[in-house]
């Protein structure tokens, strides 16, 4: 379920109005609305990279690799193909196809499908591995990054030459646009000509509260932005009792 725009402006215009430090337009609350959107839906990419070379790749309800990809999953206009084909450069090294990755890869082993593990020290950690005696007789497969759009795939015993695949996220959210209509000088909100935001309804705080920041940006209001950033740690000190 996508996140209402007019809670979200709502919510912004009292936060903002709080001991009097502003108000924003409906053209500068729609701008701010949409550059947040972005802004975090970008972030889940950064925030799955950073998940997975720290070694957070356990697939259980909770974990942060997860609750990530169910925020892309549940973002509206956005699909996953989750069997993107690799192209195999020889030696081990694949390129992978242009456009956003989850961070999943995998490979096909007598037609099952396994994914692949990372390895953060690239191929220092891969002939490491290669010496432990206890993991000589390992079916693991690992990759790790070879450059831009570029991995190198192994098993212990040899380069892994066919069926790597990846997951790919095709699509991105659209514009959001809080529409109006003017009543006795002031906008008063028209869903018709409204359009609501595409993130999963969780983000309805962290929409909330990145806009604020990007309002207090732009009008040079620093307990604008503070008054943002104090209710988020807030909110993420409720979150993580």
Known sequence: MPVNVDTVYQTVQALANKEQRGYLTPQEFNLFANQAQQDMFEQYFYDLN???????QERAIGDSVTYIQHKIKNTN?????????????????????????????????NNNRRELKILPGHVEDLL????SKWHKTSDEAYYFEDGWARIQAHKIIAPISTG???ERVNGKPGLVYWGYVVIN???VYDSGSS???DLDSSEQTDLVMTILKLAGISIEDPTLYQAASQEEQQNMQLENK
């Open 50 to 56: 950073a998940f997975r070379k720290q070694g957070d």
């Open 77 to 109: 206009g956005v699909s996953i193909n989750n069997a993107t084909p690799c192209s195999y450069q020889g030696n081990g090294i694949w390129t992978l196809p242009t456009g956003k990755l989850t961070g999943r890869i995998f490979y096909i082993e």
């Open 128 to 131: 490491k591995l290669k010496a």
């Open 164 to 166: 790597i695949t990846c």
């Open 185 to 187: 000088e002031k906008p």
């Open 195 to 197: 359009k609501d935001f």
